[in-house]
């Protein structure tokens, strides 16, 4: 089945410690997502691949990066991860022209 | 204000139950609307996507849409123990390419 992949479902890192989660996707998608959602809040986007081109949102912090090696996979680099970044990460696609985005299962952040 | 207010919940209803959830926008641009359900611990998941006004049904899901109001519904009738989740309305002005914005989600649990 085609689905949007996200490893590792959960990831313990130590305060400081770069850590990166990665997302792949079988539904040819050419626009990749990445969302942070903190406990019992709206998914925020920190930043989008529109094809090769790199978006991001005027309030990500910069310790947060992306890279997208090729149109299957999309990384999430966190430099140098604070208690505050404990969330879940979400990565979602869509293709241009449809309505929808689909999201992959998250990855849950934990900072110690 | 917000851009996108979804009632806080949460919500409990007996099993059979209809159930209506809302969100409000403020955001005029907005045409693409979307209900999104999420479980515990999980990625929201498309349940509804509506263009534009107007209603849209899908089994024991209704989505209405009123944009001379500003205001979006989701309708679950006959509800289930199964549609115990976090129900996320989004929106966005130019479809799945452009920024979703979200609520911040209610959590509904359905009694058996």
């Known amino acids: 089945d085609a689905m949007v992949i996200q490893n590792p479902r959960y990831q313990v890192t130590q305060f400081g410690k770069p850590v990166t989660l990665s997302c792949s996707q079988t539904?040819?998608?050419?626009?990749m997502y990445w969302y942070q959602q903190k406990s019992s809040q709206a998914p925020k986007l920190l930043f989008h691949?529109?094809?090769?081109?790199?978006?991001n949102e005027a309030d990500t912090p910069d310790n947060f990066q992306s890279r997208r090696p090729n149109t299957s996979f999309c990384f999430l680099d966190i430099r140098s991860p604070g208690l505050g970044d404990a969330a879940m990460y979400l990565c979602?696609?869509?293709?241009?022209?449809?309505?929808?985005?689909?999201f992959g299962p998250g990855t849950r952040l934990l900072v110690l | 204000q917000k851009e996108v207010e979804q009632d806080p919940g949460p919500l409990s209803v007996p099993e059979g139950a209809i159930v209506s959830l809302n969100c409000t926008y403020s955001?005029?641009?907005?045409?693409?609307f979307m209900w999104y359900r999420q479980y515990s611990r999980k990625g929201p998941e498309l349940l509804m996507y509506?263009?534009?006004?107007g209603n849209k049904e899908d089994g024991r899901f209704t989505a209405q849409v009123d944009k001379s109001s500003k205001y979006i519904s989701l309708f679950i009738r006959d509800s289930q123990p199964s549609d115990s989740a976090t129900y996320l309305c989004?929106?966005?002005?130019?479809?799945?390419?452009?920024?979703?914005?979200f609520g911040k989600g209610i959590t509904l649990s359905v009694r058996p």
């Open positions: 955001n005029s641009a907005f045409q693409y």
């Open positions: 989004a929106m966005s002005a130019d479809g799945a390419n452009s920024k979703l914005t």
């Open positions: 509506t263009y534009s006004s």
């Open positions: 539904l040819n998608h050419n626009v």
């Open positions: 979602a696609t869509s293709r241009t022209g449809q309505e929808t985005q689909y």
């Open positions: 691949y529109y094809d090769k081109d790199f978006n």
